[in-house]
C-alpha cells in the first residue's frame, strides 16, 4: 500500500513544529516500510522545524523506517490550497510508486464540509469540498483506479 500524506504545515507548524513532530511519528513508528511506502507533500507553512523542509518551496518526500528523504523540490512554492496541487501530488504518486492501493491523509487545520481543509499561510486559500472533487476528478483516481481510503487529521 501506498500512503499519501497531504502535509499543509500553516501555523500548526509555524508555532508548534506540529507538522514536523507528525512526520518523526510516521518515520519512528516501526511500521514495515515492505508493506507500506508513505509519501509527504508538505508546504504551505512560513516556517519549518525540519530542516529537510524548506519554507520557500514545496517538497515531495518519502518516509522510510527511521528516516525522511526528499524526492522531489522544484523550487517552486506550490498553493496548498489548490485543487492543482492536491492533483499534482497523487499523479506524481501514482507514477513514481505504482501500488495495488492508495491512500489519502489531508493534514491541517479543519473547517468540516463548509470550510473546507489544509490553509495555506502563503495564499490564505484552503480546500474546499468542491475543490477537492475536482483535484480527484483531475487525478488517476477518477477512473480505474481508486482509493483505498481517505483521511482527514485535521479540526
Known sequence: ?????????????????????DLLEMAFSGFDGEQLNIVVLAGGARAWGNPLISA????????GPGGIKRLF???????????????MFMRYTCEN???DHY??????????????????MFSSDVLSMEEMATAFRNSPFAKDQKLSWIGFDAC
Open 1 to 21: 500500500m501506498t500512503l499519501m500524506v497531504y502535509l499543509c504545515g500553516s501555523n500548526l507548524e509555524e508555532l508548534r513544529a506540529s507538522a514536523t513532530a
Open 56 to 63: 520557500r518551496s514545496t517538497g515531495i518526500y518519502q518516509i
Open 73 to 87: 523540490n522544484d523550487g517552486t512554492l506550490y498553493n496548498m490550497g489548490s485543487p492543482e496541487t492536491l492533483a
Open 97 to 99: 510508486f505504482p501500488s
Open 103 to 120: 491512500a489519502l491523509i489531508l493534514w491541517n487545520h479543519g473547517g468540516g464540509a463548509i470550510g473546507g481543509v489544509c490553509n495555506d
